[in-house]
């Protein structure tokens, strides 16, 4: 995985004592501690990463938690802070601003920073408020900025009136991530893709992907990691990955920066096991077009051609030995298969108010993973179509079904900033 020293997706933040705080230091217990934070290039109203959207990159505030041993607020706890309250220091670093270095007690210390936290998170006055029961509110959906560091555990100490230079066991550096993935879907080379070209009968069809979601349960979903035998564990409130919305499929070719998503809790404790309505998963609507009617005819399955499609209509449709059949109805459905001599189950598909027919596709994230099916904070899922194999399901929720071995998808994945993964998929596979 390439780690970037960026606010927006990875970031080194040091703490460190410096200027004895008037009428603290170590007699009193006290330090005063600075917060300087390294980027790679100017810092700006944004920082920098070619695979983020502007909204991805914007930072508004920084947030620093202190707690004590026992995970209580101590002087400095929930400080918040502007771009406004840091200063160039040289080496593309960034440091507050003399005026705003934060005063807290020596000792030891558990320490949290977060990036354009919620009102329900900066508020949190000890460890457990910000570790299980900040509101989930603001923390998915469109809030693809919020990030938060795992703990880090310094032993601050005082300074003395001589000492100039930050004391070594005043320098902590930890690492924010967003609490998010995000999840695109992009076109291929093609923009449709025609199925069963060669049957003699001319009974091709056409599936267009148009637009897509993101479906699925997060169960665990909290702001911070916490690891119980590798595997994470922090409870947290359930969590719709995201409402009914559909958004249109990504042009191929659309720049990183600029492609629509979808930011979705973390999902990290789902194994193969569960239902696959609870899994996150992404969503892809296509439009069917079909040019004829599988009917029984004076000699076996015929064919006849379609006019049309009636709005508030079905169509009802079965596969066999590698065909798909279209039928006006189910009892049409039943005739065919009998002529046929098989007993194949129909799926029915409703027709829209404008005579259109969809499918749609579920497309099951990290699926290669060997027990889990997880989708982990930080991730970015590229998801490129680069073909379909046959319908998918009448319905964009998933069934209630464990998911016990891949079905419909071939993935490749690189890990870029974001934890960027782009994901070649074939529908129906």
């Known amino acids: 995985m390439k780690k970037l020293f960026l606010i927006a997706a990875t970031a080194a933040i040091v703490f460190a004592s410096c200027d004895k705080w008037p009428g603290g230091g170590k007699d009193d217990g006290e330090a005063r501690m600075n917060i300087v934070i390294s980027f790679p290039k100017a810092m700006g109203t944004r920082a920098v990463d070619n695979n983020a959207s502007d909204k991805d990159v914007a930072v508004e505030s920084v947030t620093v938690f202190v707690f004590d041993e026992d995970g209580n607020g101590v002087l400095g706890n929930g400080t918040s802070f502007a771009l406004s309250d840091f200063t160039a220091t040289g080496g593309n670093t960034y440091s507050l601003s003399q005026s705003e270095r934060i005063q807290t007690t020596v000792g030891k210390k558990r320490v949290y920073v977060g990036i354009n936290l919620p009102e329900s998170l900066k508020s949190a006055d000890n460890e457990d408020d910000l570790i299980e029961s900040a509101s989930t509110a603001g923390l998915e959906g469109e809030n693809s900025v919020t990030m938060l560091s795992s703990v880090a555990t310094p032993t601050l100490a005082s300074q003395e009136d001589s000492e100039e230079d930050t004391p070594a066991t005043n320098i902590v550096t930890t690492e924010v991530k967003r609490l998010v993935a995000k999840v695109a879907v992009t076109m291929g080379e093609e923009d449709y893709f025609t199925l069963s070209e060669d049957d003699p009968n001319g009974a091709s069809f056409t599936v267009t992907p148009d637009k897509f979601t993101v479906g699925g349960l997060a ?20 969590v719709e990955a995201v409402g009914s919305e559909m958004r249109d499929i990504n042009a191929r070719g659309t720049a990183l920066a600029a492609l629509a998503a979808f930011y979705v809790p973390e999902h990290s404790d789902m194994s193969r096991e569960y239902l696959q309505s609870n899994l996150t998963h992404a969503v892809v609507r296509a439009r069917v077009g079909f040019a004829k009617w599988a009917i029984v005819g004076s000699e076996g399955v015929d064919y006849e051609n379609v006019s ?4 508030g209509g079905f169509v009802y449709v079965f596969r066999h030995d590698g065909d798909t059949y ?5 009892s049409a459905a039943a005739a065919v298969k009998n002529e046929l001599g098989v007993s194949p189950a129909h799926d029915v598909y409703s027709v829209d108010e404008n005579g259109r027919f969809y499918t749609y596709y579920h497309l099951f994230l990290n699926r290669d993973e060997t027990d889990v099916l997880a989708v982990r904070r930080n991730q970015f899922f590229d998801i ?3 073909g379909a194999n046959g319908l998918g399901s009448p319905s964009p929720i998933a069934p209630d079904e464990p998911l016990l ?16 993964r782009p994901m070649d998929r074939v529908l129906g596979e």
Do not use: H, N, Q
């Open 219 to 238: 169960t665990t979903f909290y702001p911070v990691e916490r690891l119980d035998g590798g595997m994470l564990s922090t409870p947290g409130d359930d």
């Open 308 to 311: 049309s499609l009636t709005p």
């Open 326 to 330: 279209f039928c006006k109805s189910a």
């Open 384 to 386: 490129t179509i680069t």
């Open 405 to 420: 071995e891949s079905t419909y998808l071939e993935v490749s994945v690189d890990v870029l900033a974001w934890d960027y």
